[in-house]
């Protein structure tokens, strides 16, 4: 022992030069240390992390762990010498080196040497404890002291990269010391057990022996004669055995229980099961039970190991490997994935924290701080717990986490005399923290007569939905609650409500263990199971229902209702914007063609006007008049008058044409795009949803839907299977195979091609995840429900309808455990509530007058005529015009009347004379004043010689010429 530990004290692991010693970043290695103390337990945990591995190099797509991690494994033994060269091969295996330990090692020199070596060297590093353990616990065999350190100068740091872990089967046995406290216990204990523990491992039978009474252990029998035979041993052995300890599978244990009935019956013994076994008691046959059930409880919140389960089952990969996770390993296999996920996630930070992954060599050297990783107690901190409990830091020892492993204590309580009067009561709750809480105040309560029950719930509005109670604070209200307060008061009893951890209805998994509400019931959790819950013959296998308190509800389709987008302006939207820019420059370009050739054109109007003087239409086409003939020439009341020319012809003829196709195709995409949105919808039930592709729709995982599609998919590859057996048998004569061969596919594959498409779709975690994804979908998601919840759901979203008929109804139903007396009661209480009608009233509360309702628009219908809200625009279109025109009739009145004008004539000899300068403000009631008067008489001084000066007008014309009066009054020879 002085040699191997003088030589790990030599040994240490640095980090080489930065030129030399660094490895590829993405190359990982994980070395498993083991010693030879335990070969079966130390494959079967190897087996638990490579397998694990596989698992989660699946769950990271962008990241090929695969080729950059990989796991190795060394087997040291006691001999110091070669311990310490095996070791030192095995970290630098192939030119790679180890970048992160887990050692499983037992023996204390082992331990000793992979401690010392990673310290020294920093190496990542995790310990699994294999001897006993309690919290706050001294022992000399659970703490390692480092050996001395060669150089007298260093000093070892605070080092956070060597964690030791207790496994959470360790931590359950503490629960038995509680236990024991708890209740009246013999001072001899025996111990029955299976090989639920292997048979090297003893570290359960020490933690037991420090109970306080005397132990004697037994092998159990678990062949049926055999154990029939052991049972009679016990009852007759002296002195009498008063207190039974089972350590053992749960499939043993209802064998031994089946075979000792009769000495349950007459009560010869007290009966405590102890189990790491997580498989619920069942034995339907076990007609007489009386046994505390002690077990390790799953965090159902957390589904890493059904997921696991599932990814074996989906790749095969339990049947090539021979590898299944069952109830009695699900806890072994649940930490050595954490032990391999942790390594995992280490090797993540390292990356994304630009760290470049250290490489180790041996050398006799002792630490260096250049070999430095991330330290694995910084990923321990606020780690997410796991399905055993999450892991604690032992305060009363540097670098050692546990789990908090949650344990239930069950009454089992079935008398030969009541068969329908089956018992399975939580009495009690246990942490290693919180220790044991009793629920009813002792453990040995008589849960007969118990008139409280624990009530599961599962959140479906209307039937359950949380709400802040101003009293109370947070609470239940729905439809199943009023049910069930109305139900106490015919039953007489109190209850307790909590939600299902997973928020789950309960589905079973390929090893017959179910989860969510029915798992609740199975296990013993809950009494009663109250949720809008679907009666199924697999459920009804192992939990009892009620009679349905509620309507067939089947299953049908959640989707959103297609966008209805309203638009005053919606007539605008027929064309594209560089559509209608084109249209407006053609306008102004034709319209500026048109007046150029009118006014260069020699045959037009504006240059022939004595030619054209006799023609009705006289049409001088200036600017103005061009831009007026192009607009009108666009609608029925037509352009008018065209233009003499011949080019200007052509010009209004090629606009003519432009305008009947622009015209013509706007309205008819009008028409179509006023009514394209109020078209059917495509999709109206599942076999509309089964022919397309475009629309994904999937149910939700672990429902009945779920359920109802893979089994459906399942029944018809079964079917297929056997018409494929039946008609490539040889022995079949020709006449009976051609009578096979009437159809190349005789089965419709329907089901198996929707179950496909679904899990290419990712089959939604919960309901809310479904809804919002129906809601936020670009491409379009149809989500496959329960009738009520999809009801429901377009009930108080106005975007959201219900598509398609029902189809697969089944009743909603209260569930209990099998056998429970509650089951003819609360039916009773319902027939009852039913005969009054008192359940129409819940369905009128809870339905329509919803305190959630939305009152959404009724949805337009194709025969129903164009809606304001599209052809509103037009409107506004007049109304801007009629303000247009009145504020251009404002402006002109005011510019007209503000502005100065002229008169102008043309004498006999073709002079221009102005017959002056007229202010409207100059008049006063049809006069001029005396103001104007002289003005007029200054401009004649401005003429001479009969010719206009500066626009004067010649003394041939007489001011009156201009404005005259008669009687008084003046009347205007201006042009207005």
């Known amino acids: 022992m002085a040699s191997l530990r003088v030589a790990a004290t030599i040994l240490a692991f640095v980090i080489g030069s930065a030129s030399a010693q660094y490895d590829s970043l993405g190359k990982f290695r994980i070395l498993v240390v083991h010693d030879n103390t335990t070969d079966s337990l130390t494959n079967q945990y190897i087996r638990h992390m490579n397998i694990s591995l596989m698992y989660i190099n699946s769950q990271y797509k962008d990241v090929k762990l695969d080729q950059d991690l990989t796991i190795d494994t060394v087997l040291i033994t006691d001999e110091s010498g070669a311990s310490q060269e095996t070791l030192c091969d095995a970290l630098d295996m192939s030119g790679t080196s180890v970048s992160f330990i887990i050692s499983i090692a037992r023996a204390t020199p082992v331990r000793r040497l992979v401690k010392t070596i990673a310290e020294n060297g920093r190496i990542p590093t995790v310990q699994v404890l294999y001897t006993q353990w309690s919290l706050n616990m001294n022992d000399t065999n659970q703490t390692l002291s480092l050996p001395t350190i060669v150089d007298a100068n260093a000093t070892l740091p605070n080092y956070t990269n060597y964690l030791t872990f207790v496994p959470p089967t360790t931590v359950l046995l503490n629960v038995m010391y509680d236990v024991i406290n708890s209740v009246n216990m013999s001072k001899e204990i025996t111990v029955i057990y299976d090989d639920l523990y292997d048979p090297k491992e003893t570290t359960w039978k020490t933690m037991l022996n420090r109970l306080p009474q005397k132990l004697s252990f037994l092998q ?55 189990t790491k076994d997580v498989t619920a008691f069942k034995c339907d046959d076990c007609q007489s039970v009386e046994a505390f059930w002690i077990r390790a409880m799953p965090d159902t919140s957390f589904t890493e190991i059904r997921k696991f ?75 997410n717990a796991s399905e055993y409990g999450e892991f604690i830091r032992d305060e009363s020892k540097r670098g050692w986490y546990f789990q908090n492993v949650r344990s239930r204590i069950y009454k089992i309580d079935r008398v030969y005399a009541e068969p329908d009067a089956k018992y399975n009561k939580l009495v009690g709750n246990w942490t290693i923290i919180d220790k044991l809480v009793p629920l009813y105040g002792d453990l040995m309560v ?85 949720a809008p819950l679907s009666v199924m013959a697999e459920r009804e296998n192992d939990v009892d229902f009620t009679v349905p308190y509620y309507d067939l509800v089947g299953t049908t389709i959640l989707m959103k209702k297609p966008d209805m987008e309203y638009s005053l302006f919606k007539f605008m939207k027929v064309l594209e914007w560089p559509v209608w820019l084109c249209i407006v420059g053609a306008y102004f370009f034709t319209s500026f063609l048109l007046w150029i050739f009118d006014k260069f054109s020699p045959y037009s109007y504006s240059n ?16 103005k008049e061009c831009l007026w003939f192009c607009m009108t020439s666009l609608t029925p009341q037509g ?29 008819a995409n009008l028409a179509a795009f006023l009514t394209v949105s109020r078209l059917e919808q495509p999709i109206s039930s599942l076999d509309d949803l089964a022919k397309q592709y475009k629309i994904e729709y999937a149910p939700v995982k672990g429902s009945a839907s779920e359920t109802y599609f893979r089994r459906m998919a399942e029944i018809e590859e079964q079917f297929y299977n056997i018409w494929k057996q039946m008609s490539l048998n040889e022995s079949m004569s020709a006449k009976e195979r051609a009578k096979l061969a009437v159809w190349d596919y005789p089965v419709s594959d329907k089901f198996t091609n929707m179950w496909r498409y679904m899990e290419e779709s990712k089959l939604p975690e919960n309901s809310a995840e479904a809804i919002k994804r129906v809601l936020d979908s670009q491409d379009g998601f149809a989500y496959i429900g329960d009738a009520t919840e999809i009801k429901y759901a377009a009930l108080t979203d106005c975007n959201l309808q219900q598509v398609g008929t029902e189809f697969s109804r089944k009743p909603y139903a209260i569930a209990v455990q099998t056998g429970h007396a509650l089951k003819d009661q609360i039916s009773s209480a319902i027939l009852k509530l039913l005969n009054q009608r008192k359940l129409e009233s819940l369905k009128e509360k809870w339905w329509h007058k919803n305190p959630n309702k ?14 304001i809200q599209n052809i509103g625009g037009v409107f506004i279109v007049i109304l801007a015009g009629i303000v247009l025109s009145i504020i251009t009739l404002t402006f002109e009145y005011f510019y007209y009347r503000n502005k100065p004008q002229k008169s102008e004539k043309t004498d006999q000899n073709g002079g221009v004379h102005h017959s002056g300068t007229v202010h409207r403000k100059s008049l006063r009631n049809g006069k001029l004043d005396n103001n104007h008067r002289q003005t007029e008489l200054k401009e004649r001084n401005h003429v001479s010689n009969g010719t206009a000066v500066n626009n004067y007008v010649t003394p041939q014309t007489e001011y009156n010429t201009a404005h005259n009066y008669a009687g008084g009054e003046y009347n205007s020879a201006f042009e207005f």
């Open 854 to 867: 939305k009152e959404c628009p009724d949805p337009e219908d194709e025969s129903d005529g164009i809606s």
């Open 608 to 623: 022939n006007k004595d030619k054209y003087k006799d023609d009705p239409e006289k049409r001088e086409f200036n600017l």
């Open 309 to 383: 389960n599932d990814y074996l089952v989906k790749q095969e990969i339990g049947i090539e490997l021979e590898y299944k996770i069952t109830g009695d390993n699900e806890m072994d296999v649940g930490f050595y994935m954490g032990l391999v996920r942790l390594a995992v996630d280490h090797y993540l930070a390292v990356n994304k924290s630009q760290y470049i992954m250290p490489t180790y060599g041996c050398f006799n050297q002792t630490w260096s701080d250049d070999n430095r990783t991330i330290a694995l107690s910084e990923l321990m901190t606020g780690r």
């Open 446 to 530: 008589d849960v007969r007569m118990l008139n409280h029950y624990q009530v599961a719930i599962l959140i479906q509005p209307p039937f359950i939905e949380r709400f802040i109670d101003p009293i109370k604070g947070p609470s239940y209200r729905g439809y199943c609650i009023d049910l069930i307060d109305m139900i106490k008061e015919e039953v007489k009893f109190t209850y307790t409500l909590y939600e299902v951890p997973d928020g789950m209805a309960g589905t079973m998994n390929e090893r017959g263990e179910w989860n969510g509400l029915i798992g609740e019931l199975v296990d013993g959790t809950a009494d009663i199971a109250l």
């Open 220 to 274: 159990m029998k678990t062949n049926d004669t055999e154990a029939k035979a052991q049972i009679l041993q016990l009852r007759n052995q002296y002195p009498p055995i008063e207190t039974l300890l089972i350590v053992a599978k749960t499939a043993n244990v209802e064998m031994f229980t089946l075979q000792a009935s009769t000495e349950i019956e007459e009560k010869v013994w007290k009966w405590f099961i102890l």
């Open 639 to 667: 352009g008018g008058e065209a233009p003499k020319n011949i080019s200007g012809r052509l010009v209004a003829a090629t606009w003519w044409l432009f305008g009947f196709i622009i015209i013509a195709s706007y309205t």
